[in-house]
Structure formats: C-alpha cells, structure tokens
C-alpha cells in the first residue's frame, strides 16, 4: 500500500490546506484570505467565484497592481455547472476549497513545475513513479502548436516523456468563460493502479485509473474575441488544486462523500432519516446531495446572498429547495436544514470565522425557506402526481411545456427538479416548450425594466489603456479638499469627450453605490475649460471623462480641478443616511439585513436590503423616526483607517461582492455602537447637516428583497412642503380643517364605491343577456363549461357577469374575457366540487394571461388576470378550454 493511501498516515483536510499554505509561504508567497463566494463589483462576468483566479482577474489583466508578486490562497469556490449529477458521482461537488499559488510576471513554467513536483512528492509524499503530466498538445483554432515549454520544464525535472501526455484544447487549455484571460495547462494525476482501469488507459481520458489533483496554467493570454488571442501585459502563473479531490487520495475514500468534510454530514442524514448510507442508490443520492447542497447554501448566505427569484439568490433558492425535496424524500423532520447547518459550521468554522459571525442570519434564511417551500412542496407535489397520471392514462411520452412552467410559476419549482421527478416515472417534460414561455417571461420583464447604456465597457478599455500609458496612479484626494491645482498627466478623446489622467484628483469615481462627482476642469495657464462628465474607477485608480467647452486639454497642462461642492454635500447627505438607515433597519427587524444594492446621488437614496417580508406602516415610521433622531442628535461621522481584521473586530459592516485589502477606510457614526461600516465614499461630518430624512418608498426589488427610497436636506423639506400645500388645499375643497381630510376622503370614497357597484350592476343588466351566455355553457363529464368573451367590460364588471352565472349554472368551470385598446381583462370562476377534480381558477387564468402578454392570478375559485395584447385571446381561450378539459380527464 502506497503511504498516501495508509489511513494510520493520512492527511485530514485541515493538514492539507496547512501544509499547501506553509510550503508555499516558504517559497516566499504571500497568503491573501478567500475572497466572497460573490465576485467583486468589477467582475460582473459570473454570478460566483468559480476559481481560485477568479478574485485575482484584475491583476492577472494588467487593470490593478498586485499587492505581491507571489501569493497563495485556499479560495472559497462555488460552480453548478454538475448541478444535476451531484450525488451520482464520486467526486462531483458544488462548494468545494481550491488551493492555488500565482506569480504576476515573476516565475514562469520551469518554477511552477518544479514547486508542484517537490510539494506532491515531499509535501504530500506522492511516489514520484506514480505522477504523470499532461501538456497542451496544440490547437489550429487558436493558432498555437504543442506547450514544447512545459513538456521541457517536467524533462528537467526527470519525469520520463512517455509519462507526458499531450492533450486537446478541450483538456489542456484553460479559460473562465468565452473570454477573458487564459493560457495552455499542464495537469499533474496519481495513477491509482491497473486495478482502477485498464493497461491502455491515460490521463485526461474517461477512466478512474488516473486521477488528477493540480492544474497548473500558464496564462499568457487574454480571449477577446472568442479564439482571438493576445499577449497579457505579464506572464503569470495560476494553479488550483481541489482540496476535497486531493482528501479523497491522501485518506483513501471511494467517493469525496467518505472524507473528513463530509463523512459527518453523511452521519447526519444517516441520524435523522434512519436509514444506512451504502445500502441503496436512492438512498445514497439523497444524503450526498444534501451534505453538498447544505455546505454551499450555508456558505452563500454567510456570504450574503438570500433566497430570491433573480440570479445568484435564485441559483441558492434552486438548491435549497433541491435540497429540502430530498430531505422530504427521506422524511427527514422538520428544521433539518438548521442541523446541517450546525454540522458545517462545526466543520468549516476554524478556518471560516465568517461562518459563526453569521450563524443567526443563515439560521433566519434556512428556516424560512425551507417553512415556505414545504407549504408549496405538497401543493405542488399533488399536482405533479395528477400530472404524472393523467400522462400515463393517455400515453403521453411526459407532461406539458404549459404545465411545468405552471409548476415553476406557481408552486416554485426548479424545472429541473421537475425534470428529475417526472424521470423517476419514466416520462419527460417539454424542455423547449417550456424555455419557450420562459423566454416571453423574461422578454416580458425587461420590456418593462428597460436596457443598460451601450458602449459602457468600450468606454473602459479606452481608460484602461490611457491608464496603461500614462504609466501612473491618480492620487484621490477628494477626501480632503473639493479644489485642486494639478497636471494633466495622459489625455486621448473619446466620441466628443476627453479622457484625462489627473496626477492629483478631487473627483470622486463612481462606486460603492455613489455616483461620480460632477465638476470642471480649467487650466491655469490658459484659456480652456471642460466639464466633468463621469469619473471611471478602475480599481484604486481613476480616469476622468470630460466634455470641453473652450479650448483644448493637452497632456501636461497644469489645471485647477475642482467639484459642484453642492452636488458633493447632497451626496454626502445621502450616503450617511444610507447608513443610518441601514443600521435602524437592522436595529428594528433585525441582524438579517444586509445591503444588497444601493444608489446615492444628490438627488436622493435608494437602498436595497434583505428582508423576506413587506414592512408594515409602523416598522416604516419608526426606521423613519430612529434616522431623524440620529440626525437631531447631531452625531459626529468619523472615516478611520484600520486593518480589516481590526474592522472586523469591532464589528464593522462589509459590502458583500466588494474587494477589501488588508488596510480598510471605516465609516464610524457617533461612538460607533450603532454604526460601523467599510466604505469609500464620501460623507458629511455631523449627522446634523443632513436636516431631514424622508421615505418616499417601500416596495419589493425581488423576492427576500426589499427596496426604500428616500430624500434628505433641501429635497425632503420641498417634498414635506409640497405635502403641506396639497393638505391645505385639500381641505380648502372640502371645507374641512386639516386633521379632519383623511377622515373626509375615506367617507366620499365608501359613498364612490357603492354608486359604483350599482352603476355596474346596472351596466351589465343591460349590456349583458346572462341568459344567452349560460346557455352557450357546454357538458364536460357532469360539469358545466363556459369559455366566452364578453364585449366592453372592465375587469370588476366581469366579476359580477361571472358570479351572475354561476348561481345560474351550478358546479361550473367559467372563464370570461373582454378587451379594449392594448388590453385584455380575463375572470375565471370554479366551483369547489369542480377544484375538487383538479380544476382551478389561478392556474387555468394564470396560463390564459401568458398568451395575452400579462399575468395574475387568485384563489382555486375565482381568480382575474389582464394583459397587453388582444390577438391573443383565442390561443388564451384554447389554452384555458385545454386546462380544463385536462383536469376533468377528457
């Protein structure tokens, strides 16, 4: 037996990451702590960070300085490109550590071979007779022929050539995404021995003999376009070693499952189910997936992410809710989520301290989604059970497009948990149908949210390479002084615009939530003048984007650069309330909330925060109140630099997806018991210059999000004095005083809202012939079936035709419609007996709406929906005629 398969000599996972760690410290890398499992602001690229590069891509680009040559990291990792097969493999995880060591522009090839070959061999104890290498064999696409670098690298080495193996793009060539940095690989494996495979077997083909533990890439390059390369400004080294891969070598395990990261977890699912791991295949699929789904949900929200409709918070609620199905599937008792969850912080927490600081908050999101995803869970498990038997009554091959997106859409359900459990009876679904409504959903939403500016990223790379030139950091030092006489040390035009590099600048660069300063630049010297346009951040550094308007601006001119001081305090104003804000949330619903977004300009604030629930009118007056307390308190706003461990340690607030380095700028308000937070933006100096702060707004920005927008100073005291004006002359109309206006409008509106339901009462009487439309009601297997439109009514006068008919046809299944202009108002009503047989209302007019370009929905007796395009409503009456006809088994 091999000494890395000596279970008396194995390593626990703990021991690996201290022994990569301390190696490559002694080889004089610097250790940088894991970043986010959310990317940095920069990188809008990718939802997660899916690499241990993956932080590091603005160094490996040439856009920031690294703050050492060498460094090492165990980064926190999270892809779900295997989502589907967790549990089905070996090796096959989402959450996992991926050790890495990276040179920008210092070592190359013949070092980074030579540090993996000493650490695998003297670090880990590999037999050296055991190790084989793959290099990158070349690509005609690319334009690059065999790495003949490497392959010379592990020569020298000893590694014998036939243990060298060449391998295709698809294997030994590495990139993130279709552009981006990349470069040729070359990949160490353990050759686990014959018993394993086959005498002709090799490493990067499918087969268990060979397992491979590090990839070491070369990133010389930068993809942009796809296939198009160009040199990096560097060549730099980038390795990942899978942590969890390299437990299962060196403690000897047939499966990830079996190590010391998850074998408790197992135990766990073993514990609460009652059941034996390694007995059955539904079994064992069902406890790996959740101790991997547990570990990566309990880490993404440490991290900050919470269970939503939209991106990363529907990527986390896909996994959950995966997860809670197989719990259910295992019948594991209620709130077994939180004991996964203490499993892994016990498991994870020594090296994660993150973990315990947000222990409550996980706990908060665990057991609420897990509350109400198992209230829909029945629901819809129901329905997928009547679909599942419908489709095998009719020898249909699976279930409709219409009905999984009616699962997705109603009941929550992932499509590919769908797909997973209509599989288990043999059937399938309509993926492309069901894409298809996805697809006119989301076109839908962003019809209605608009589009980004285009040619903002052009803009980028054009202040990127002015950056490049100009050979130099802009010093910021809009913290101190709004005014500043300066150089102009590199300057290119840009589409009417200039963009300059300031030796000195006052400007603040967009970030952090906060717009850019706006100002203007003059020379000292001569007669030109320009207008700040925009200030772009790249990192710590900055480039400004100016519109002239006299003159000319040329590298080298001396200028005054100075800020609109009135737009800058607004500004201010704005972002200590945020603040403020943020802490009074905290303060009156609890630790949960975190910032999720925000905007701050000089016109008002928005902030967007973690909350699963609409905030009631008292919640909102006193968050109101407590920020209006601060500000009359007059409390002193302090920016201190500090270590980020320090920061830490009083409890400061971190945007979560923003980089932090070692030493951090902490916003502190009053004494800091209330307010502590890392930011780099500017603020006012005494809470007292804000004046005033009023909400305007509290709406949903997605689901477990929240969104308030609010003024401060001059604006909310117009706002305020606006509402002043409108009382008083509201009350002038009414001739009441001004405390007696609520009163007065509430009993007009009571006295509007029965005229109206007699108007309607009477409109309908006499536009509507009930008696013709009950009649045209046809026989559906002892029900009653109306699908008709009715011309010239709006939806509340539909509602009443509908209850009109149904005390006239019984136990009926009615679906109403009439249109207008750009409109289409849908009613459906069901009697309980027919809900009984699996008609309902909010499914057959939900489904109905998607056809008219709407939505709605209600309950299983009487739901309304509306939409935006009438040449739909005959496909809307088929699909609503076909629901019903569905459910009662025609």
Known sequence: MSAYTDSSMAMSSDDIRRTYIEYFEQQDHRRLPSASLVPAEHDPSALFTVAGMHPLKPYFLGRERPPYPRVTTCQKTFRTVDIDIIGTTSRHITFFEMLGNFSFGDYFKREAARFAWELSTEGFGFPADEIWITVFAGDDELGLGADEEAIEAWLEIGIPRERIVECPRSENFWQAGPTGPCGPCSELYLDRGIEFGNADDLPGGDNERFLEY?????????????????????????????????????????????TDQFAPLIALGEELSGRRYGQEHPTDRALRLLA?????????????????????????????RRAIQHGRSLELPPGFLLSYQDVVIDLMGGEYPELHRERDVVRKWLESEEESFGRTLEQGLKRLDELIERARQAGNEGIAAAEAFLLHD?????????????????????????????????????????RFGAGAEEVREHALALTREAGFATDFVGYETT??????????????????????????????????????????????????????????DQVVAVVPEKGTIEPGERVRAYVDRAARHATECNHTATHLLHAALRRRLGTHVRQAGSYVGPDKLRF????????????????????????????????????????????????????????????????????????????VHNTAEIGLFKVLSESSSAANMRRIEALTGPEAVDLMRGHDRELADAAKTLRVPPERVADEVAELRSRLRELERAARRGATEGAVDVEQ????????????????????????????????????????????????????????????????????AGEIVKLAAAEVGGGGGGRDTLARAGGRDPAGLPRAFEVAQAAIDSALGE
Not at 308 to 313: F, H, L, P, T, V
Not at 522 to 534: I, M, N, Q
């Open 214 to 258: 590090w990839n070491l890439v070369f990133m010389q390059f930068d993809q942009n376009p796809a296939n198009t390369l160009s040199p990096l400004p560097a060549k730099n080294i980038d390795t990942g070693l899978g942590l969890n891969r390299l437990a299962v070598i060196q403690q000897g395990t047939p499966s990830i499952f079996e």
């Open 292 to 320: 991997d789904h547990s570990r990566a949900m309990t880490f993404l929200i440490a991290d900050g992410i919470v269970p939503s409709n939209e991106d990363r918070g529907y990527v986390l609620r896909r996994i959950m």
């Open 410 to 450: 109603t009941y929550g359900f992932p499509i590919d948990l769908t797909i997973e459990l209509v599989a288990e009876h043999g059937l399938g679904v309509d993926e492309e149908g069901f894409e298809a409504l996805m697809e006119g959903q989301r076109e839908r939403a962003r019809a209605s949210a608009g």
């Open 483 to 540: 005014d500043q006489e300066t150089t102009i040390g590199a300057a290119a035009t840009e589409n009417g615009r200039v963009l300059i590099k300031l030796v000195e600048s006052p400007f603040y660069a967009t970030g952090g939530g906060q717009v850019a300063d706006s100002g203007y630049v003059e020379c000292l010297h001569g007669d030109c003048r320009a207008r700040v346009e925009d200030v772009l951040r790249l990192g710590d």
């Open 608 to 683: 967007d925060f973690t909350h699963g629930t609409a905030l009631t009118a008292e919640e909102l007056r006193e968050i109101e109140d407590q920020v209006n307390r601060w500000v009359l308190e007059a409390q002193p706003v302090r920016a201190l630099t500090t270590t980020l461990e320090e920061a830490r340690g009083l409890g400061a607030m971190a945007l979560f997806g923003e980089k932090y380095g070692d030493v951090v700028r902490m916003v502190e308000v009053g004494d800091g018991s209330f307010s502590r937070e890392l930011c780099g933006g500017t603020h």
């Open 773 to 840: 439309l009950a009649a045209a009601a046809i026989e559906r297997d002892g029900a009653r079936v109306l699908v008709s439109e009715v011309p010239s009514l709006d939806g509340k006068a539909l509602l009443d035709v509908a209850d009109r008919l149904k005390n006239k046809l019984g136990d009926a299944a009615i679906v109403l419609a009439s249109t207008g202009e750009n409109r289409v108002d849908l009613v459906a009503s069901v009697a309980p007996a027919l809900v009984e047989r699996g008609v309902r």
